[in-house]
């Protein structure tokens, strides 16, 4: 059987596999040229667009171009950030003092359902993260914030900064 490395964690996978089974990364191989399928994810837009004026509901699309944002309502502008112009994506919390790591995860095996404690959040409490996407427009560098809430954690933001990341280190290696 054919395989091949991850680039985000380094381990195996199968030659056929899209995204990586141990950490959710795209896997890009040399044969493919930069191409992968696009990630998605909906989030409530900030700021720091200049042709999306006020917060807004969205969908980004991060793809091997770069990403796009796309507003859902009422569904008529979009944004492409180019690759080549992004510097940095990171997650924080969107209240001050909130905590990202303290929370209870659940481990599930057939039957089995164990409560593993991780901290002093309460189960099912929400979250809130803001994604910031750090780009260049011209000489100036700019800073897309966008923001979600989730009951599970940071999971569906994190691994698309991660793809973000990826895509960045992916230019800056070229």
């Known amino acids: 059987m054919e395989t091949m490395s991850c680039g985000g964690c380094g381990r195996v996978n199968g030659r056929a596999a899209k995204k990586c089974m141990w950490c959710g990364l795209p896997i890009i191989s040399d044969e493919m040229t930069g191409s992968f399928e696009a990630s998605q994810i909906d989030l409530d837009y900030v700021s720091g667009i200049e042709r999306l004026d006020e917060p807004m509901p969205v969908r980004i699309l991060v793809g091997p171009t770069g990403i796009e944002v796309i507003e859902t309502f009422p569904g008529s502008r979009r944004v492409l ?6 510097v940095e994506s990171r997650i924080e919390p969107a209240a001050p003092g909130a905590d ?5 995860q659940r481990l599930v095996i057939g039957k089995l359902n164990i409560t593993i404690p991780g901290g002093r959040a309460r189960a099912g409490a929400t ?3 803001n994604l910031i996407i750090d780009y260049r427009e011209g000489p100036d560098t700019r800073s897309a914030v966008f923001h979600r809430e989730e009951s599970r954690g940071t ?3 994190k691994n698309i900064a991660r ?5 960045i280190g992916r230019q800056k290696g070229k």
């Open 81 to 86: 950030i180019p690759v080549g112009s992004l």
């Open 100 to 104: 990202t790591k303290s929370f209870r």
């Open 127 to 129: 979250r809130k993260y």
């Open 155 to 157: 999971s569906s933001i």
């Open 163 to 167: 793809i973000i990341s990826m895509l």
